[in-house]
């Protein structure tokens, strides 16, 4: 295992009615808050009004920033850094999923930012890859607290310090991870998951099932207890998806989506061993390109990337599919089991109705050099080998 | 599972060398400390010349607390509390196992609270059994920063919110849980260990079993991760106390067992499934009596438990024995299966040296009949059946 400094200060608050608890969560960060959502789906549900209710009940006076948006847009965080500032806004609460949570975290940490936030985003891809454009990095060292309430499986960025958002201009999709911008709380009710419809549910099971990948196929050796955690959770996960997807008011299975979604993505699970994480920013060039949603982005991405680097690691790749698709050797090679395993994740992922190719996603093919070239600009990644502008074009082309 | 709210603020740092960091963990909270130890042992290693000569570069001021035992007294606890408020002592250092973690824990509430610490234990009990003496309960509300550096995996006090301490003038061990105890940082560093012996290696081991043990054994439902998540801690900890007693040198097998004991130990096996912990309140009562080693005393009393209550969930036993210890069902019933699993658990313990039975501990048996009835002095205790002086007193016989 890898040296490492865990630390996660979120409350984290699992029940099936829990929504009832945001206003009482809010109130010891004060009693002006900025609230942020979605699309229309929050007032159809019948969450909007609950939530209203708490507000008015606890004398907590709110200004509304709706309509974010699944690649989640900087323009509309600038929208709520200005709210922010003009009305002195004390906390900030999200109610939704990735989309939501990521927005949050950047509208927070913009409000006691005296630079444009986007340049954070910037300046911290520049600072990963060890060149800094500037004399001075824009750098976050502080936001306003904020909290959210998870209505979609998938992300982890309720339970993590990660925020990743786009900037419709510049085409680019950028995150920016710092320990400041962890939520204060997060609640996990799993009754407000159940009005998902089928494909967003099929989306964040294969977004959490690469999270838990990205840290699994690692050279880190001596992970014994981060693979077992592992595949406990991508077991689980395997199982939970297919539940959802033929009730999607099975409580327990949507209580496990959520509950290893923020697991999966926490520092818990990004500590000890060296991920890469290559997949998701060779993704984050297509949806920045064309909107796509980001699970399915990732389920064709990665099951390039995995084809693409597996030679490296066969053995682990081996261990995945015997012990989470019960695979055996019986004298196969580890390549060829590791290669079963592969073929096993893309049936499941197609047996949740998700597309596994560029094509077949209906993404525009032409887009593709642009998004090998952006996806190394700041250097090359590494993900179990270092990848150029060359290897990632490659990866595109095995994904169209 | 069940609703829960999960908080864990500590903030844990891994590596071998880390003890180098310990300085620089203290400074952000004061520069005069009292650090707290056990035995001469930290003086032999080097560790105690490693600790002073951060002290001294940081410009440190220390005060020192030295021979914490094994089940750590109040009596110790009082001196340390003395020195903090004569001093205005700023932060607590404990370095060594859970009773030097706990003791901390203890002396740090003490010194912030108005009253006799061991007023909050006793009251602490007195309320989980719903019953105050008192009209104006002993509550722990605030306590001096403090942070731990384990030396002996087992327990988990470095990542958790528990002390346990005993006193010997009234023959009593008591537990407060309260999350004002939870320490700022806890630092692993595996080459600390290597010194221990090879029979505190071996309680470790079983401590962090039964820590396990204690919530997986349960009777809430829907518990498909967290019960995956602990049979992948008790795979990892079986192999790793076999891996130490052959070679206590052995860095990933001590890591595995560090990291398990803290994460087992933490809010995050806590929470979602009801716990039960009566093996733990019974084992309690033998260790205040005659002072045995807690791991020791858990693998005596934790077998004897095992076998009164595996009636109330055989399937769960069963799982136990097939997941774990890799048992088959071919046509045999759940409880023939759990028996079997019973028989694995204690063959493995005594596979690392330790004593089966209290008689093989060398207790003195006559002190049985006042355990039962000190066991359950505050009000019956739970664990999948709810445990009388009469049922406590069958389990002791059992593990006579």
Known sequence: MESYAYYNP?????????????????LPYGKKILFVYGQSHLKQSGVYQQVID??????????????????PRIELVRKGIEICRNENIEFVLGIGGGSVSDTVKAI??????????????????????????????H??????????VMTKPGTGSDFDYTSVTSNSETKEKLMVINKILYPKFSIHDPTQVYSLGKRE?????????????????????DTDILDRYKEA???????????????PEDTAAQTYLLYIAAWACSDQSMVGAAGGWAAHMIEHEIS???????????????????????????????????????????????????AAAIEKTASYWASLGLPLTLKD????????????????????????????????????????
């Open 233 to 247: 959770e991508l077991k689980t996960v395997i199982e939970s998806g297919l539940r959802v997807q033929a009730n």
């Open 139 to 148: 750098i976050i060292t502080d936001a306003l607290p904020f909290g959210v």
């Open 10 to 26: 979120v409350k984290l608050i699992y029940g099936p009615g829990k929504l009832d608890q945001v206003a009482e969560e809010i």
């Open 54 to 71: 708490q507000f008015n009940k606890a004398g907590i006076q709110w200004f509304e920033l709706e309509g974010v948006h699944p690649n």
């Open 361 to 400: 996603a209906g993404v525009d093919l032409s887009i593709l050099p642009r998004a090998a070239k952006q996806a190394v600009r700041f250097g090359p990644l590494f993900s179990l080998l270092e990848l150029k502008e060359d290897d990632v074009a490659k990866i595109l082309e095995m994904a169209s």
């Open 201 to 221: 549910l099929a989306c964040g099971t294969a977004d959490i099932m690469t999270h838990i990948f990205e840290q699994y196929f690692t050279l880190t050796t």
């Open 108 to 137: 927070a940490a913009g409000a006691k930012s005296n630079f444009d936030i986007w340049d954070a985003f910037e300046d911290f891809h520049h600072k990963m890859h060890g060149g800094l454009p500037r004399a001075y990095p």
């Open 288 to 338: 920045a390109a064309v909107d796509l949603n980001h699970g399915m982005g990732m389920v064709i991405v990665y099951l390039a990337w995995m084809k693409y680097v597996m030679e490296v690691i066969p053995e682990k790749f081996a261990q995945y599919g015997e012990r989470v698709w019960g695979l055996t050797r019986n004298g196969h090679s580890a390549r060829s089991v590791g």
